[in-house]
């Protein structure tokens, strides 16, 4: 259990509406992460931190941002909701290297949060 | 630009018989790492196992085994005597390793491969 938390578990919002998610962690890691999962598509990074106030986009972070002021909190906000992303989103953590390639097996795996369903009608 | 490639959307196969799943992956990096994780009916994501492309070893853990073959850069993952517990939609990954050495940033996954054990 890597102590990740998502809130809410299910959202159903209208089309316009902001909508945010938030990921918490109790573990202080350094990185944390949010993806989309979608049929056909497997799993895909929106954006990512590598610390308090350090994020940058992933492969579909359009309509999507984050904001990370604490180490444990990671929130993932939809400034205006649309039927696009209706998704299961997923918020993941994982620790950093401090040094050298090659990492040891339980550093540098990024473990998942339950998951959020977020349907946009 | 990383691809994974699970070519097998779907997989049914009676409980007890071996089952294989595909992975095969595509880099311009020498070093990055591998990973597999399995989502069951239940929806969550359990990481499963981790490789890097220093070691070409393969691994064995209980039922599970993973071969990883650099030359057809494939990862492939084998169920021995599948069990109904064993059913789950299961997904390949593959990142970089920063030159830096601070850790991977994005995982790139596959589409997945849906397992279905029949009883």
């Known amino acids: 259990d890597a102590g990740i938390t998502q809130s809410p578990r299910h959202k159903v919002t209208e089309t316009g509406t902001p909508v945010t998610l938030r990921c918490h962690q109790t573990?202080?890691?350094?990185?944390m992460y949010w993806y989309r999962q979608d049929p056909g598509h497997g799993l895909r990074l929106i954006h990512y931190?590598?610390?308090?106030?350090?994020?940058d986009k992933g492969e579909v972070s359009d309509g999507y941002s984050v904001s990370r002021s604490k180490t444990e909190d990671f929130l993932l906000t939809l400034e205006s909701a649309t039927s696009s992303q209706t998704s299961v989103y997923f918020c993941?953590?994982?620790?950093?290297?401090?040094?050298?390639?090659?990492?040891?097996?339980?550093?540098?795996?990024?473990?998942f949060g339950p998951g959020t369903r977020l349907t946009v009608l | 630009a990383q691809k994974v490639t699970q070519a097998q959307t779907e997989i049914s196969v009676v409980e007890k018989e071996d089952v294989t799943l595909d992975c095969v992956y595509e880099?311009?990096?020498?070093?990055?790492?591998l990973f597999w994780y399995k989502q069951p009916p239940s929806g969550e994501l359990v990481f499963l196992i981790r490789?890097?492309?220093?070691?070409?070893q393969n691994e064995i853990s209980g039922r599970y085994s993973w071969n990883f073959q650099k030359s057809t850069s494939s990862f492939n993952f084998t169920i021995t005597a599948s069990q109904v517990v064993d059913s789950a939609v299961y997904f390949c990954?593959?990142?970089?390793?920063?030159?830096?050495?601070?850790?991977?940033?994005?995982?790139?996954f596959g589409t997945g491969t849906r397992l279905t054990i029949i009883p």
């Open positions: 990954a593959l990142s970089e390793a920063k030159r830096s050495g601070f850790g991977n940033e994005k995982l790139t």
């Open positions: 573990e202080n890691h350094r990185y």
């Open positions: 931190s590598y610390g308090v106030k350090d994020t």
């Open positions: 880099t311009r990096d020498t070093t990055y790492y």
């Open positions: 490789r890097n492309s220093f070691d070409e």
């Open positions: 993941a953590i994982s620790e950093s290297l401090t040094g050298g390639l090659v990492a040891s097996k339980s550093t540098d795996t990024q473990y």
